[in-house]
């Protein structure tokens, strides 16, 4: 069975960075898709970024040029370095991984594995 785990979030100033790094295992990731969404309470799971199987990368407008997406498949592994970092950035971050069929990078209905989630907090 796979199994996603983040880890890395936590309480950072305005300006400030922070590296959310998804270990899977279980199942190797590296022919698949994977992404980052992210959650505040009251709202529906947001796309944030995005890593297909041949590394193109995408990004939601709102963190273009300010996160960096990569994926390590001797790991296993998939990393957001967040630079910049914005209270509106606040949020449960998901890792997740493509479930097959049709891939549409920013849509939820895309993944199948999701992680626990890691809480990201922007504050002074």
């Known amino acids: 069975q796979v199994r996603l785990v983040e880890s890395g979030g936590g309480l950072v100033q305005p300006g400030g960075s922070l590296r959310l790094s998804c270990a899977a295992t279980?199942?190797?990731?590296?022919?698949?898709?994977m992404a980052w969404f992210r959650q505040t309470p009251g709202k529906e799971r947001e796309f944030v970024s995005a890593?297909?199987?041949?590394?193109?990368?995408y990004y939601s407008g709102s963190v273009q040029g300010r996160f960096t997406i990569f994926r390590d498949n001797d790991k296993n592994a998939m990393y957001l370095q967040m630079d910049n970092l914005e209270p509106e950035d606040t949020a449960v971050y998901y890792c997740?991984?493509?479930?097959?069929?049709?891939?549409?990078?920013?849509?939820?209905?895309?993944?199948?594995?999701w992680g626990q989630g890691t809480q990201v907090t922007v504050s002074a």
């Open positions: 890593v297909n199987w041949s590394g193109d990368k």
């Open positions: 279980g199942q190797s990731f590296s022919y698949f898709g």
């Open positions: 997740a991984g493509e479930g097959g069929g049709t891939y549409h990078y920013s849509s939820t209905q895309s993944y199948a594995s």
